[in-house]
C-alpha cells in the first residue's frame, strides 16, 4: 500500500517531536504546577509563585546575572578570537593547518571535567581560582575551540578573490577587514557569538571546578536546586537554561530561510 | 610614449607552475598590451606579479617611474581584475563603485557625482540601487570597470575578462574596455585566449610561453610573422610542412617546390601558414583530396588530404567542394613562414 511509508513518517516525526518537546513541556508545567504526584496526569493546582521567586530570590536572580554577564562576554571573545583564528588558518599551507584544526579541536574533544583539572592548575597559580575571571577564561578556552572550528568551516569556502578585490582598489589589510570581510560576516559572527554564549550558559564542570562554589552561575544554580529538592525552581531555572538554546534555533532557522531565499 | 608601467628581468614562482623568467617590456599611458599564451604558461602570474599578489624572486615592476615590486597591492595604483567580475555582494552598484572613492575619503556631493559619471560612461546609470546578485554576466563586468576606474588606477590588469562569456557579452565587454581606454587612460594588460580579442583590441601583443616572454609587438607582426613554431601554432598557423630550405627563397616540401619571401636561412625546417595562407583554385600547383568541409559563420574551411598530409584551407566564396573531391590549390608566399630546425 502507498500509504504505509507516509504514516511510518508520520509516526516517526510525532515521536521526534515529542522525544524532543516533552522534557521543556514537563519544565513548563512544573515550573507553574503543585501537587504533580503519581497517579495524577497534570498537577492538582496552578500557580506562578514559582516564577515570582524569581524576583524575589536574590541567589537566582544573582546567579543569573552572572550567567548573562559570563556568557556574552564568553560568546563575545570567542566569536571573535574564533573568526581571527579561523580566517589565519584557513590561510595556512596544509601540514601546519592540520595541526592547527586539531588544537581548536582539543578543547571540544576534552571531556570538560578533564578539561577543567588540567586548567585548575594554571587558574590555581594565577591566583584566580573562585573567581569571575577565572571561570570566564576557563568558559572562553572551550568556546574558542567551538568558534575557531565553525570559523574554519567559514573561511574554507569563503571567496578570498573579494578581499584580493578591495586590497587592489586601495584598500589596506585593516580597511578590507572592516569593510569588506567582516559586513560579509555579519551573520556568521552572530551565529558564532550565540554559539560561544551557549557553551558558556550551560557549562556546569568548569564552572564548578574553576568557581568553586564562590561563583554560582545559573546552570550550578539549578543542580542545587535538584539536589535540594525544590522543583518548582528547578524548573524555572531550567527553563530559563532553554531559552538561549531555543532562541539560536530561531535565528539560525530564520537566517537558513534568508539563505536559501538569497541563493534562489 | 612613456612607459607608465616597466617590467624588468621580473621572475616570480607561483605553486607547482613553472613561473616566470626574465621578463621585460613596458606599457605606456593609454596603451592596451595583450597577452597571449597556452594554459599554465604564466599570464595570470605575471599579472598577480604586477598587481602585488604575487612576490616577485628577482627584478623590478616600475609604475609611473617609481619601483613597486616590494609594495602591497594597495600601494601600487595598479587594479587587478579577476577572471569573472569579483563584486562586494553586500554593497549594491553605486556602493561597489563608491568603495574607491571611500578609501580615498571623497565626500559628499563629489562621491556621488562622480560615481554617477562611471555608471553613465559604462551605460548602467539605472542600476544603481541594484545588489550585484541581481546583475547579468554582462553588467557585473561593467560594474567591475567602472568600479576599477574609480580608483583611478594608473595601471589595469584584466585577467581572462572574455572568459565563458557568448559573443554579444564578448562585444560587450570589449566597448567596456575600450571606454575605459577612451576615458581614463591607464596603461592596460589583458590576459586572453582568444585571438579575435586580442586583434581587435590590442596595440601590442606579447605572448608568453614557459614563463618566458617569447615576442612582443604589434598585432600584425605578431600574427603574420611569429618569431616560432610555438607562437605560430598559438596564433593560428594550423598548417605545418616538412621543408627543407636553399637560403635564397626556395624551399622544398613533400607537395612541390616553393618561393618564400626574403628566405635567407637554410637547412631543413618546417613551413608554416593560416588556412589563409592558400587557396583553392582551378589552375593550382598543388593537388590534394578534400576530407571535410567545416562552415563555421563567416568562414568554410576546407580539410584536405595532400602528399605532405592533412592541410586546412580557407575557401572563399563560390561552389564548395564535397568531401572527396580532387582539388588543386595554391599557396600565397607571402604568407608562409619557414622554421628552421626540427
Not at chain 1, 562576554?73 to 593547518?97: D, K, M, N, W, Y
Request: aromatic fraction near 6%; include cysteine; glycine fraction near 10%.
Amino acid at each position: 500500500m502507498r500509504t504505509t511509508p507516509i504514516r511510518w513518517q508520520s509516526s516517526l516525526l510525532l515521536v521526534l517531536v515529542l522525544w524532543t518537546a516533552l522534557p521543556i513541556s514537563v519544565l513548563v508545567i512544573s515550573s507553574i504546577g503543585s501537587g504533580w504526584f503519581y497517579p495524577h496526569l497534570v498537577p492538582t493546582s496552578w500557580s506562578t509563585a514559582a516564577w515570582s521567586e524569581l524576583v524575589s530570590d536574590r541567589r537566582l536572580s544573582r546567579s543569573l546575572l552572572t550567567s548573562l554577564w559570563l556568557a556574552s562576554l564568553t560568546g563575545g571573545i570567542a566569536s571573535i578570537v574564533g573568526f581571527e583564528i579561523g580566517r589565519r588558518v584557513s590561510r595556512t599551507p596544509v601540514p601546519l593547518r592540520y595541526f592547527a584544526l586539531a588544537a581548536a579541536f582539543l578543547p571540544v574533544a576534552a571531556p570538560p571535567l578533564a578539561l577543567g583539572i588540567g586548567l585548575q592548575y594554571f587558574v590555581l597559580r594565577a591566583g584566580l581560582g573562585g573567581t569571575l575571571t577565572g571561570v570566564w577564561l576557563a568558559h572562553s578556552a572551550v568556546a574558542i575551540g567551538y568558534t575557531t572550528l565553525y570559523f574554519i568551516g567559514v573561511f574554507a569556502v569563503f571567496d578570498r578573490r573579494v578581499e584580493e578585490e578591495a586590497r587592489s582598489l586601495g584598500a589596506s589589510p585593516l580597511a578590507t577587514l572592516a569593510r569588506v570581510t567582516l559586513p560579509l560576516h555579519r551573520r556568521q559572527l552572530a551565529e558564532a557569538l550565540l554559539l560561544g554564549f551557549l557553551v558558556s550558559w550551560a557549562q556546569v564542570p568548569l564552572t564548578l571546578l574553576i568557581g568553586q562554589g564562590a561563583v554560582e552561575s545559573l546552570a550550578t544554580s539549578v543542580m542545587s536546586y535538584v539536589h535540594a529538592g525544590q522543583d518548582h525552581l528547578a524548573s524555572v531555572a531550567g527553563l530559563l537554561l532553554a531559552l538561549p538554546g531555543l532562541v539560536l534555533m530561531g535565528v539560525v532557522g530564520s537566517s537558513i530561510r534568508r539563505f536559501a531565499v538569497a541563493t534562489v | 610614449m612613456r612607459p607608465m608601467v616597466e617590467v624588468e628581468s621580473l621572475a616570480a614562482s607561483f605553486g607547482e607552475s613553472a613561473g616566470l623568467s626574465d621578463i621585460s617590456f613596458s606599457v605606456g599611458a593609454g596603451e592596451l598590451l595583450v597577452l597571449l599564451g597556452p594554459s599554465g604558461a604564466g599570464k595570470t602570474t605575471l599579472l598577480r606579479t604586477i598587481a602585488g599578489f604575487v612576490a616577485a624572486t628577482s627584478g623590478h615592476v616600475r609604475i609611473a617611474e617609481r619601483d613597486v615590486t616590494c609594495l602591497p597591492p594597495e600601494k601600487r595604483a595598479a587594479v587587478y581584475l579577476h577572471q569573472s567580475p569579483v563584486l562586494f555582494p553586500h554593497l549594491s552598484v553605486a556602493e561597489n563603485v563608491a568603495f574607491p572613492l571611500r578609501l580615498r575619503h571623497v565626500v559628499g556631493n563629489r562621491r556621488s557625482e562622480r560615481v554617477a559619471e562611471l555608471l553613465e560612461s559604462m551605460q548602467i546609470l539605472e542600476l544603481a540601487d541594484r545588489l550585484p546578485r541581481t546583475l547579468s554576466g554582462g553588467q557585473r563586468n561593467r560594474v567591475s570597470l567602472a568600479r576599477a576606474l574609480a580608483a583611478s588606477p594608473m595601471v589595469l590588469l584584466l585577467d581572462e575578462p572574455f572568459s565563458g562569456l557568448d559573443p554579444g557579452l564578448r562585444q560587450d565587454v570589449r566597448e567596456a574596455i575600450r571606454i575605459v581606454q577612451r576615458t581614463s587612460a591607464p596603461a592596460t594588460v589583458v590576459v586572453t585566449h582568444d585571438l579575435d580579442d586580442a586583434a581587435l583590441l590590442a596595440d601590442r601583443i606579447g605572448v608568453l610561453i614557459n614563463g618566458r616572454l617569447c615576442q612582443i609587438g604589434n598585432p600584425r607582426e605578431v600574427m603574420t610573422l611569429p618569431s616560432s613554431r610555438e607562437i605560430a601554432t598559438l596564433v593560428g598557423f594550423t598548417n605545418t610542412l616538412s621543408a627543407r630550405a636553399d637560403g635564397i627563397g626556395n624551399i622544398e616540401t613533400a607537395i612541390g617546390k616553393l618561393r618564400v619571401c626574403g628566405g635567407t636561412v637554410s637547412g631543413s625546417g618546417s613551413l608554416m601558414f593560416r588556412t589563409d595562407g592558400g587557396r583553392l583554385t582551378c589552375d593550382g600547383e598543388f593537388r590534394g583530396r578534400v576530407t571535410a568541409v567545416t562552415t563555421r559563420p563567416g568562414s568554410v574551411t576546407i580539410r584536405l588530404h595532400s602528399a605532405a598530409g592533412e592541410l586546412e584551407l580557407a575557401s572563399e566564396s563560390g561552389r564548395l567542394p564535397e568531401p572527396g573531391d580532387e582539388v588543386e590549390f595554391a599557396l600565397h608566399r607571402e604568407r608562409l613562414v619557414f622554421f628552421p630546425g626540427s
